[in-house]
């Protein structure tokens, strides 16, 4: 068993920065990939970004490529989304997931084994 705790949501304003973190629980860490998914208000939860166990393979949604940053450290059991440029359309909940071997397709939610609680982000125009 996996467990999962996001960090780092906050109100900011357009064009501003954020870093969200998930802190894993568990000695297989290393072996998971991860994902970010957000849930818009109102709408269905939609895939962000992924990264591969090692952290060599990264993938992104069309909507945040070139703004966003998906990083891991498994010594610390944590992964990490880097959100830059930020525009209302980001505000939603985010979450963080994990995938355990044998992996899924990273960009359905219904590939990933884990799921953490989701961390606010709301930016304001």
């Known amino acids: 068993q996996v467990q999962l705790v996001e960090s780092g949501g906050q109100l900011v304003q357009a064009g501003g920065s954020l870093r969200l973190s998930c802190a894993a629980s568990?000695?297989?860490?290393?072996?998971?990939?991860m994902g970010w998914f957000r849930q818009p208000p109102g709408k269905e939860r939609e895939f962000v970004a992924a990264i591969n166990w090692s952290g060599g393979s990264t993938a992104y949604a069309n909507s945040v490529k070139g703004r966003f940053t998906i990083s891991r450290d498994n010594a610390k059991n944590t992964v990490f989304l880097q959100m830059n440029s930020l525009k209302p359309e980001d505000t939603a909940v985010y979450s963080c997931a994990a995938d355990q071997p044998p992996y899924g397709d990273i960009w359905y939610v219904r590939s990933y084994d884990y799921w953490g609680q989701g961390t606010q982000v709301t930016v304001s125009s």
């Open positions: 568990g000695r297989t860490f290393s072996t998971y990939a």
